[in-house]
Nanobody
């Protein structure tokens, strides 16, 4: 059974930090591109950051220089972390963990989402 379980959301003041974690199990997630997306009220879901199986990272323009994504693996569970520094009120959103398995032609073979965790940044 595939599971992506997020943790670490909460309320923080502007300028503060939070660390989100996602535990992915039930498949060989070490070969997946893992990432974080977010969705604010009334807005479309957007990519925050992702990291390939080879640890190549990619960030949304609005978080570059403030957020850092990383991944590790232990006991058949893949973990992906998002360290968020210098948080701004506009970072307020539900953050979703995401796992994508790409094929040779970059087609999506499988995609999974976590249930989401709320991040609220007060001004």
């Amino acid at each position: 059974q595939v599971q992506l379980v997020e943790s670490g959301g909460g309320l923080v003041q502007a300028g503060g930090s939070l660390r989100l974690s996602c535990a992915a199990s039930g498949s060989i997630f070490s070969i997946y591109t893992m990432g974080w997306y977010r969705q604010a009220p009334g807005k479309q879901r957007e990519l925050v950051a992702d990291i390939t199986s080879g640890s190549i990272t990619n960030y949304g323009d609005s978080v570059k220089g403030r957020f850092t994504i990383s991944r590790d693996n232990a006991k058949n569970t893949e973990y992906v972390h998002l360290q968020m520094n210098s948080l701004k009120p506009e970072d307020t959103a539900v953050y979703y963990c995401n796992a994508i398995r790409f094929g040779i032609a970059r087609q999506i073979i499988a995609r999974y989402w976590g249930q989401g965790t709320q991040v609220t940044v007060s001004s």
